[in-house]
């Protein structure tokens, strides 16, 4: 398998712009997490779904975010409309039902909004 | 209730030491402690994780050493090498809940 795989891996854009972040889970598994990290508050659980279903939207910083998972092989991160202190490391992470299994995650979209 | 401390932000070691890093939790419920690697551009990975049934973990040279009635778990690297340099995290999770709640994070630096 080639691991999560995220695109795109570097965007820019400008302030007010929409922003689509995508990721594609590892094959079979079941729970996908999208997280953001920064330098002032280190990585943050934005969303994680479970067969699809999103469980806890609570990180979920404002109404600006939105996350999708249409089916098991894809999911988006929606910013709309984006603005400069959205600008981050977006990472996809995806593991399977089991106790204590492991997590793996994307090399990550970072997004810099000017 | 969800926080995880994690010190020192930076440490700087020469080839061969032992950095420790440190984390303490406040949730009683957390039940699994991984540790992620990171190196620059790239997304965390897992390094080693322990259960809270046990005092100490060891893969390699890289050990965990847990105190539950501390709330406090710590990760040592022996032998370090250049190669080792990395931000470093851990994590907590609890029970079937798949949502890991992160350290902020050690940047280690081995020098040659």
């Known amino acids: 398998d080639a691991g999560v795989i995220q695109s795109p891996r570097h965007e820019v854009t400008e302030m007010g712009q929409e922003v689509t972040l995508r990721c594609k889970p590892i094959s079979g598994h079941d729970y996908l997490f999208w997280y953001r990290q920064t330098m002032m508050r280190g990585l943050e659980l934005l969303i994680y779904f479970n067969n699809n279903v999103p469980i806890d939207d609570s990180g979920m910083p404002e109404d600006r975010f939105s996350a999708k998972m249409p089916n098991a092989s894809f999911s988006t991160l929606k910013i709309q409309p984006s603005e400069p202190r959205d600008s981050a490391v977006y990472f996809c992470a995806s593991t399977e039902t089991g106790v204590n299994t492991e997590a793996f995650f994307g090399q990550g979209t970072r997004l810099t909004v000017v | ?83 080792d340099s990395a931000t470093y995290f851990c994590a907590a999770n609890k029970g079937s809940a798949r949502q890991l709640t992160f350290g902020s994070g050690t940047q280690l630096t081995v020098l040659p």
């Open chain 2, 1 to 83: 209730q969800q926080q995880v401390k994690q010190s020192p932000q930076s440490l700087i070691v020469q080839k061969g030491g032992i950095p420790i890093i440190n984390c303490a939790y406040e949730n009683t419920a957390f039940d699994y402690f991984p540790w992620y690697q990171q190196f620059p551009g790239k997304g965390p990975a897992l390094l080693i994780a322990i259960r809270p049934d046990v005092s100490e973990k060891k893969e390699g040279r890289f050990t965990i050493s847990f105190n539950k009635s501390a709330k406090q778990f710590s990760l040592h690297i022996m032998d370090s090498q250049p190669g």
